[in-house]
């Protein structure tokens, strides 16, 4: 039987990957909510969808459908990070479960009061960890695991870059604002902690080299993994090659023992993938992410401490 969708954040830049994941699982949208009201994105997908633009007209509708003993089935939550608990809150709150974009919160003790919040209604809060299920990733944990039964005490060297560049609306928008966005690790990194520590296993050391409001380095150590990280938004920082081409405004990369690990392909259907894992009943629930969700917060309350010890060598790019 189909199932039944509402969405939150419909304009939104991620709304579209999650309205594809909807439709390509044969499941049905009923309703969407956005504050702003360029939600033609609809007509491609579901244009048949109630839409609202204030949020008390949407909490009505759901109330409505709750009452009817009709609440929908899951709510899509793609709204601004700051956002994420609030609008977890209000579709359990109705007895429906949620669907959420990383991060599913920006601080631990949000996840404590989500986590209650399931053993309340006995409704399920699930996230969005797409990078767990990139074939290459998926391959290398399976790696790691097999090469950790024959050497136990492995540890690997792990270089990780992430350049996405942004233009200015970014500073302007709530993205720009840490109170709202996490900042930059929180904003452009969880995906890329999550996975390591899905991986390598706990965080043992972290520490953070620089912080700015466009770049973010630093030195994690996880029970198997010593990592060198390097997390940006400035296209200043984009490798030559890629400055150049005006179209091609990311740069990322991960070494593994001083060998490049290619995961540059194969992300245009993992929300699909996401959607067809929580359906069958093997998504990621909530408390799955708390490791990463500790972790960039460490990041974005700690003192860096500048270019002292093992630090990302894209450091000397900032001219520090």
């Known amino acids: 039987m189909s199932k039944s969708f509402g969405i939150i954040g419909v304009?939104?830049?991620?709304?579209?990957?999650?309205?594809?994941?909807?439709?390509?699982?044969a499941c049905e949208l009923r309703c969407a909510m956005d504050l702003r009201d360029c939600a033609g994105i609809l007509d491609s997908y579901f244009p048949q969808a109630d839409?609202?633009?204030?949020?008390?007209?949407?909490?009505?509708?759901?109330?409505?459908?709750?009452?009817?003993?009709?609440?929908?089935?899951?709510i899509s939550i793609c709204s601004p990070n700051y956002l994420h608990d609030s609008h977890i809150r209000l579709a359990l709150r109705n007895q429906s479960n949620a669907i959420c974009e990383k991060p599913i919160v920006l601080n631990p003790w949000n996840l404590d009061a989500l986590e209650s919040l399931e053993e309340e209604t006995q409704k399920h809060i699930y996230t969005i960890l797409q990078l767990r299920l990139h074939p290459s990733i998926i391959a290398l944990k399976k790696q790691i695991q097999q090469d950790s039964q024959n050497n136990p005490h492995?540890?690997?060297?792990?270089?990780?870059?992430?350049?996405?560049?942004?233009?200015k609306w970014y500073h302007i928008s709530w993205k720009g604002d840490e109170s709202k966005s996490g900042g930059i690790a929180t904003n452009i990194?969880?995906?890329?902690?999550?996975?390591?520590?899905?991986?390598?296993?706990?965080?043992?050391?972290?520490?953070?080299h620089h912080l700015d409001e466009k770049n973010a380095s630093g030195y994690l150590e996880l029970a198997s993994a010593k990592i060198r990280w390097f997390l940006s938004i400035d296209e200043n920082l984009l490798p030559p090659s890629l400055h150049e081409n005006e179209k091609k405004r990311v740069f990322r990369s991960l070494t593994l023992n001083?060998?490049?690990?290619?995961?540059?392909?194969?992300?245009?259907?993992?929300?699909?993938?996401?959607?067809?894992?929580?359906?069958?009943?093997?998504?990621?629930?909530?408390?799955?992410?708390?490791?990463?969700?500790?972790?960039?917060?460490?990041?974005?309350?700690?003192?860096?401490?500048?270019?002292?010890?093992?630090?990302?060598?894209?450091?000397?790019?900032?001219g520090l």
């Open 154 to 167: 492995q540890i690997y060297e792990i270089d990780l870059s992430y350049i996405t560049a942004r233009g």
């Open 189 to 208: 990194g969880i995906h890329f902690f999550d996975m390591l520590i899905w991986i390598f296993g706990t965080p043992k050391i972290s520490i953070v």
């Open 51 to 74: 839409f609202f633009v204030e949020p008390e007209r949407f909490d009505r509708y759901l109330d409505k459908l709750k009452r009817n003993h009709t609440p929908l089935d899951y």
């Open 258 to 318: 001083q060998q490049e690990f290619n995961f540059s392909e194969g992300f245009t259907d993992l929300h699909t993938k996401s959607y067809e894992e929580i359906l069958s009943g093997r998504g990621f629930r909530c408390r799955e992410s708390r490791a990463a969700i500790e972790l960039v917060h460490q990041i974005r309350n700690a003192t860096p401490i500048g270019l002292k010890g093992d630090y990302h060598p894209f450091n000397q790019r900032l």
């Open 11 to 25: 304009a939104g830049f991620i709304a579209p990957r999650h309205l594809q994941a909807i439709k390509q699982n």
